[in-house]
């Protein structure tokens, strides 16, 4: 892989890009760096050394080598960026647009964005499994799937997966997702949802892909995450669901997370939400009707 070298006072004299309170970022400092006249993303690693690093460093490697294969929804680091021979972080295309934890937690989008946004969620993976299905690359899997690491461009309306430096992808090793929970939701279904080891990491595929991504439409729906509830709870509020009218191929989606079937991807049936539904769906509202 391409390597840029840079001045410890060139890189530690870049300006960091203040992220928002919904965006989850406790691994590194993001950064704006002009390369060549062309403005660029540095994610400057906090850790430097040990079996996390070398793992994020392996996947850097294994997603530069498969780029070809990739869409371009998928924002592919560039180049390592070394400092004193030792590579710090890596640089990635500047996407412009905004997160869309941002958008989902804002009244001021219209549902119909909102939906868009969260059926294109659906469409990229559906082109990750087309991936995995006729290319050399078997195992290739978002892992880490919440809404801030998807970009939204305003303009374009176009959505970008960012962060895959925590991507599962060939034989690098799991890393620990937003919504892969070990006591919550997935607890239930030790068959489907497999722990590989003592540290409570999630076995990646593609049925974990899509709990994640159903949780991320659940929890805009119910207002909070959803993988922390009990089985009775998430059951309950899928009852609620189905009672203010929400469709049944959605309730389906949502109800085969906690069975051993396979999970089936919900962007087709998103469309169907209505405003209504959607501020029904709210906790706020759910705790108040079902008493």
Known sequence: MKTIALQEETINGLKSIKLSKNVFNIESHIKLFNYHGELKIIKQLDELEGPKYDNKMYTIDLLDKNRSLFPKSLCVPEALIRVSNINVGFLMPYIVGINLADIINDVKYPLDEIKSYLQGIGKILDQLKLIRENTSLKTFYIADLHSSNFIVNPSTKEITVVDLDSCKIENNTEPISFYL?????????????????????????????????????????????????????????????????????????????????????????IQSLTEEQVCLSKKSVYDILKK
């Open 181 to 269: 929970y070990p006591h919550g939701l997935i607890s239930n279904v030790k068959e489907k949802y497999r722990i590989i080891r003592e540290s409570a990491i999630v076995k990646v595929d593609e049925n974990t892909d899509l709990f994640c991504y159903t949780c991320i439409i659940l929890s805009y729906l119910y207002g909070k995450n959803v993988s922390h509830l009990s089985l009775n709870e998430y059951y309950g509020y899928l009852d609620y669901l189905s009672s203010i009218g929400i469709d049944k191929n959605l309730i389906n989606s949502f109800e085969k997370l906690v069975t051993k079937e396979d999970n089936v991807n919900p962007g087709p049936y």
